[in-house]
């Protein structure tokens, strides 16, 4: 799937959806618990179960990434499922530190 900044993405897993914050120019699949998101506009679920291995949640509010940095997707819906792209786990961003103030 060719991702878009601003494209949603849902999954199958559970109720999670994902903005793309950041994107490579590259195909990729992002999968949620081992089962590919989804455009909930123009697309039907994928079926089948999750991988239970692969289940370890999503919260709503982060932004996570992969280890190139060049995917971000931020959580708009919490979910179990773990995200990831081309079956590379997805890790949360670190906080930018704020300058001192004083």
Not at 41 to 55: F, I, R
Request: no cysteine; charged share 25%.
């Amino acid at each position: 799937m060719k991702l878009t900044i601003g494209k949603t993405l849902a999954s199958a897993v559970d109720g999670a959806t994902v903005v793309v914050v950041r994107a490579t120019d590259a195909d990729v699949e992002v999968t949620s618990g081992g089962l590919a998101l989804y455009d909930p506009k123009s697309e039907e679920p994928p079926a089948g179960d999750p991988n239970p291995e692969l289940l370890g949640g999503t919260l709503i509010g982060k932004r996570y990434v992969n280890a190139a940095d060049n995917v971000e997707l931020l959580a708009t819906k919490p979910g179990k499922g773990t995200l990831a792209i081309d079956g590379e786990s997805l890790t949360l961003r670190d906080a930018k530190p704020l300058p001192a103030s004083d």
